[in-house]
């Protein structure tokens, strides 16, 4: 797993895990902890639990949200935890030992910390949901909660790199409509009329705006490792049938 050290020693646990140390095998090996996934449920709840043993928290502790690309937002707390799993993209809380889980494999996961007002939060930042202001989203949903924006520092996860993350001409224009700017985020693909995008750099500007105390970005390709992470994108053009998803997380302590 990842640590970031900003996050250490102000009450607050928290990784970016890769692929490895698990129990899942073939396409899946093996920290795989996505119940999403075709990977045998059992082998997906050790894993999950495993991770949470690695933090030292209850398996139990672990919530995470049904991911769609949205820009949606929950407010959660121990005492009222949904049934299932909420169709959001982004998780925040006040409630201590409760890690909130995001799941990847190319998207970036991003965690918060306010550790001065107890507050955390983590999204899965994708270009539909940062295009669409997750982001900005959960920053609003924790400052609603009493956080302040100088007070959170914000790591971006291990995510698909600007090498790797080819698109197609039609691709660029949703960004350039919203900002002139963003197409510093863009450059020419090894295909004519194709480009590459800097997912991760877009997400760090969007951050850096939001007048945050820290912003941090790893410098993990997820598509060009395939020993420590997962990739979708890896996988479709391996023609496999299915990727593993990796977990992100983030708690308060008591």
């Known amino acids: 797993m990842i640590q970031i050290e900003e996050f250490e020693g102000g009450g607050i646990r928290h990784a970016f895990f890769g692929r490895r140390g698990g129990v899942g095998g073939g396409i899946y090996h093996s920290l795989n902890c996505g119940l999403g996934s075709g990977d045998d449920p059992l082998a997906v709840r050790a894993n999950r639990a495993r991770a949470m043993a690695a933090l030292d928290l209850p398996a139990e502790a672990l919530v995470t949200c049904h991911q769609h690309h949205s820009a949606e937002v929950a407010v959660i707390h121990a005492d009222s935890l949904p049934a299932e799993p909420l169709k959001v993209d982004a998780l925040v809380t006040t409630s201590p030992n409760l890690a909130l889980g995001i799941l990847t494999a190319d998207c970036a996961p991003i965690l918060f910390a306010d550790s001065r007002d107890r507050i955390v939060g983590a999204a899965h930042a994708g270009w539909r949901g940062a295009l669409g202001g997750v982001i900005e989203a959960t920053v609003d949903a924790m400052i609603e909660q009493g956080a302040r924006a100088d007070n959170i520092v914000a790591a971006i996860g291990p995510a698909i790199g600007p090498d790797s993350y080819e698109v197609g001409p039609e691709f660029p224009a949703a960004f350039l409509e919203q900002e002139a700017g963003n197409a510093a985020f863009f450059r020419a693909g090894p295909r ?47 023609q496999e049938p299915d990727y593993g998803r990796m977990l992100s997380t983030i708690a308060l302590e008591p």
Do not use: E, K, Q
């Open 192 to 238: 004519d009329g194709h480009f590459l995008f800097d997912l991760p750099g877009y997400i760090a500007t969007r951050l850096t705006r939001l007048g945050l105390g820290d912003v941090m970005r790893l410098d993990c390709d997820t598509c060009r490792d395939d020993v420590n992470f997962f990739s979708y994108r890896r996988s479709c053009h391996r």
